[in-house]
């Protein structure tokens, strides 16, 4: 749904927080051809939050001040929600070339800004905190479709002592929610670019079997178990 982690920005050294908004999806999907893709956004809260947005690299560094490439822009950049009320992020694309074997990966950002409750109580020592939630944003050339078992069944695992190696030949990135095998019952792995492979370390060399659960354009999760090479 969002990237792994909340980046929590601690303000001082008495405070609450809670991510207030609901996304509808965990990425977006906008192909060359599109002028925009959108994301719909809804504060789940007690109180109104403003939201700032922009689409970045993913560097939690960025800020909309200091990102160079304006490929694509979220409108609008800043909005605030009351209690329930929902709202459409656009995205649109101000793209002006492609790579075309490949997709590529962009993050949107908001930016929720809470305001301090009004219950006296706990409003000795709080000020305003902020969380910035990140949600995948694939840039896609046109005549690439993603078909998930197709993907599955592309993927490559090797081992070489306690490590594994998980290849991905194909032009998609691949979220790996959960992954299990034979005395390693949590085996995490990070987002796999397309045409590069990921190296993780087991706790246990004696496993031959790997099951795994993928994550498609819609959010949705497909199971499936390879053998390891």
């Not at 007690?46 to 947005?53: A, C, D, K, R």
């Not at 709202?87 to 649109?92: E, G, K, M, N, T």
């Not at 939630?133 to 993927?155: E, G, N, T, W």
């Amino acid at each position: 749904m969002k990237k792994s982690g909340i980046f929590i920005l601690l303000l001082c050294f008495s405070f609450i927080a809670k991510a207030n908004l609901a996304l509808e999806g965990s990425r977006v999907i906008l192909y060359h051809s599109d002028r925009e893709a959108s994301l719909n956004i809804k504060n789940d809260g007690e109180l109104p939050v403003v939201v700032q947005t922009w689409v970045d690299d993913g560097n939690p560094e960025n800020t909309p001040e200091t990102i160079t490439d304006v490929s694509a822009l979220s409108l609008p950049p800043v909005l605030q929600l009351k209690p329930s009320e929902s709202q459409r992020v656009r995205v649109i694309n101000k793209f002006t070339h492609t790579d075309k074997a490949k997709e590529t990966l962009y993050w949107l950002n908001l930016y929720e800004i809470m305001p301090k409750p009004a219950n006296k109580k706990y409003d000795e020592g709080l000020i305003n905190v902020v969380i910035r939630l990140q949600v995948k944003v694939f840039y896609r050339p046109d005549d690439l479709i993603m078909v998930i078992s197709d993907v599955s069944r592309a993927l490559i695992f090797t081992k070489l002592d306690k490590q594994l190696t998980i290849e991905n030949p194909t032009p998609f990135y691949v979220t790996i929610k959960s992954a299990s095998g034979e005395n390693n019952p949590n085996i995490l792995i990070p987002m796999i670019a397309p045409f590069s492979k990921q190296k993780i370390n087991l706790e246990d060399s004696k496993i031959n079997t790997i099951n795994y659960v993928l994550i498609d354009d819609f959010g949705g999760e497909f199971e499936d178990k390879k053998e390891i090479k």
